[in-house]
């Protein structure tokens, strides 16, 4: 079966795209203008130069902790893949570059088109919980294309966002992720999606491993 091998790198272009696109970006409840002026203040003004500068000066650090990340999420790879398979019931990954850019700027993007995204370099979290995170985003959303049919509800690009944050949540504090990842707390991603995503945490906590046919269908019913 194929697994994908996700990779860091530097891009120093992706992040100068990046802070244009979060700077007045407010989503779900969080406010991605934060994890760039809250990091850099002075950005406003000098935006590309700033990063420029900031590559010249830390590209060692930033190298050495893709290198970092790259041995971090080497280590939890397999036990991620297979607890992945258990959930999506062996579901064949999509192709793509699976590559993890290091990003000077806290909002994190992912690229379903070709499987990338981006990773704040200072994340509190950690390489495993983000990786895990876009990773499962890329198969869901690729599942729900091809075996999931919606057509009882027209649901807009908003509520296919929502789902996929709702899904990957529950997915993430199950049993098998939790022991995975080690988190001493329950992460929610968007704060306005939170109430949602307790409950059905709640709903679904006793169970051994997540059916994910019916955690689609039962956030889809809640649309």
């Given amino acids: 079966m194929f697994y994908p091998k996700v990779r860091f790198q530097l891009d120093k272009e992706l992040d100068k795209k990046t802070a244009i696109n979060f700077l007045g970006l407010d989503v779900g409840g969080v406010n991605f203008a934060n994890g760039i002026l809250g990091v850099h203040p002075a950005i406003k003004k ?68 070709d499987k990338t995204f981006q990773i704040f370099y200072k994340h509190k979290l950690g390489p495993t919980y983000i990786v895990a995170h876009e990773l499962l985003h890329f198969i869901f959303f690729d599942y729900l294309s091809k075996k999931i049919k919606t057509s009882k509800k027209k649901l807009t690009e908003n509520d296919l966002w929502e789902l996929s944050e709702i899904v990957n949540d529950v997915i993430l504090d199950s049993q098998s992720f939790k022991k995975l ?14 109430n949602t995503a307790s409950k ?24």
Avoid: M
């Fill in 200 to 223: 059905l945490k709640i709903k679904f906590a006793s169970n051994k491993s997540i059916d994910i046919d019916k955690l689609i269908d039962t956030v889809i019913d809640l649309k």
């Fill in 181 to 194: 990842l080690k988190l001493k707390k329950n992460i929610v991603s968007y704060p306005n999606l939170k």
């Fill in 46 to 113: 000098i935006i590309f130069n700033y990063i420029d500068d900031f590559y010249k000066k830390q590209t060692f650090s930033l190298s050495r902790q893709a290198r970092n990340f790259q041995k971090q999420w080497n280590a939890k790879a397999g036990l991620f893949f297979e607890a992945a398979n258990l959930i999506f019931k062996n579901y064949p990954w999509p192709r793509g570059k699976y590559i993890g850019y290091l990003s000077i700027f806290d909002c994190n993007p992912r690229f379903l088109h």
